[in-house]
């Protein structure tokens, strides 16, 4: 792990880059993480998000835009369909954007501050 400069978490969570080398791409798809990185092969199956980031989305994400469902109905009372095209989409880009940017976070942290790193 010496052998790499130091990431920071939080610019390798924003670019969702390979915490040790901070090029490589950290996701396959949407929300799956790579087994290793294409750039500098570190072994990324050991790390575990687990369910922090979608607890954190469901719980912070689903409070903000319940506030901003009720102030819109009581400050511009649109229709029913108004209201699903509107957060329909926002809620959904929204959750995406945070989960892939809390779980990268997470994982960032984790080849962080892991005493069993998994380099070779």
């Known amino acids: 792990m010496s052998d790499w400069p130091r990431q920071s978490p939080l610019d390798v969570a924003l670019r969702a880059a390979c915490p040790r080398c ?3 791409k950290l996701f396959r798809g949407l929300l799956t993480v790579v087994d290793r990185c294409s750039e500098c092969d570190l072994d990324l199956r050991g790390n ?5 980031p979608a607890v954190l989305v469901i719980l ?3 409070a903000i835009i319940m506030m901003l ?3 819109v109905e009581f400050r511009f009372e649109p229709p ?4 699903v095209l509107i957060w329909l989409p926002v809620t959904f880009g929204l959750a995406t954007w945070m989960l ?3 779980k990268a976070l997470l994982v960032a942290q ?3 501050h892991r005493s069993t790193a998994l380099d070779e």
């Open 80 to 83: 029913w369909w108004l209201h």
């Open 69 to 71: 469902v009720f102030w």
């Open 100 to 102: 892939r940017f809390l």
């Open 22 to 24: 901070g090029r490589g």
């Open 60 to 62: 912070g994400l689903g």
């Open 110 to 112: 984790q080849y962080t």
């Open 48 to 52: 575990d998000a687990g369910d922090g």
